[in-house]
């Protein structure tokens, strides 16, 4: 009898057990891969629902598809359109796993947390460099989606279709080798004391020009003082010669006598003598 009883709860225990292992519930933010004597179904299993397996025959596998972070910190190293070296480093790929494509991934790749790896990334980081000239290269706005679309595209080409699923790529530190650096220094310094210099000859220009018309302004106007003078001195003149006649220059000349005869001297001179007063 107490063997029976022990039996009995032993048979218990292991049904429970057999009951736990037959029943899976696949977490959010997941997708289950249910294999049968280690193969794998081709149809997904959805999280937050029961799922019944035969013990020691079938399992539930699970494969993440939150979002997640591939971080690369070391320089990746490229070349602008026109050959410049540039590099970017400190790059930050955002990712999921779309669950259309899980069990695929599951059955075929070998590690599904690796599935973003650095070569991919730096590979992708490269090309988009590649088609950008030194002045848009560093431009996060101009290579960041850039490097989103050819990794995509390497993913695609790699895995298919819909399988991982790009959603930003950041790139948190972006410059140029430092003798380019100081080379665009250099000639920003040269570009800045040309247009300085620029700047003073033009005003040099501009100075000597409104010095010039200047110039020119007062000596129009002295001509043009020196020409009205002389046509005023002109018309005064003009009208004396005109107020002239012989009765009056004759009374000037009256006028202007002193009462004496003029004294004259020579052999033929005829002087002619008042009479005595």
């Not at 595209?153 to 950041?170: D, H, M, P, R, T």
Request: net charge negative; glycine share 4%; proline share 3%.
């Amino acid at each position: 009898m107490k063997k029976h009883r022990v039996f009995s709860l032993f048979t218990v225990i292991f049904v429970a057990f057999l009951l736990f292992q037959s029943v899976t519930i696949v977490p959010t933010g997941y997708t289950g891969v249910k294999t049968s004597f280690g193969q794998i179904q081709e149809a997904t299993i959805q999280s937050g629902k029961l799922n019944f397996t035969i013990p020691f025959v079938q399992s539930i596998h699970t494969v993440s598809n939150k979002q997640q972070d591939k971080h690369i910190e070391a320089q990746i190293w490229g070349e602008a359109s026109d050959k410049t070296p540039v590099y970017a480093a400190d790059v930050i790929v955002t990712y999921q796993v779309l669950p259309e494509k899980s069990a695929w991934l599951y059955a075929n790749v070998s590690d599904t947390k690796n599935l973003v790896c650095d070569e991919l990334v730096a590979s992708a980081i490269k090309s988009a460099m590649a088609e950008l000239g030194p002045n848009e290269v560093t431009n996060r706005t101009k290579i960041e989606p850039l490097a989103q679309q050819k990794l995509a595209e390497s993913l695609n080409q790699k895995y298919g279709e819909g399988a991982v699923f790009i959603n930003k790529v950041v790139i948190n530190n972006m410059d140029f080798e430092e003798a380019y650096n100081t080379a665009i220094q250099q000639k920003s310094i040269a570009q800045q004391n040309a247009d300085k210099q620029k700047i003073e000859n033009e005003a040099a220009i501009a100075k000597a020009e409104a010095d010039k018309q200047v110039a020119i302004t007062n000596a129009e106007a002295e001509a043009q003082k020196t020409s009205i003078a002389a046509d005023a001195q002109a018309e005064a003149n003009r009208k004396i010669a005109e107020s002239l006649s012989d009765t009056l220059i004759e009374y000037q000349k009256i006028q202007k006598w002193d009462g004496k005869l003029p004294t004259v001297s020579g052999s033929n001179a005829l002087v002619s003598i008042d009479p005595a007063e």
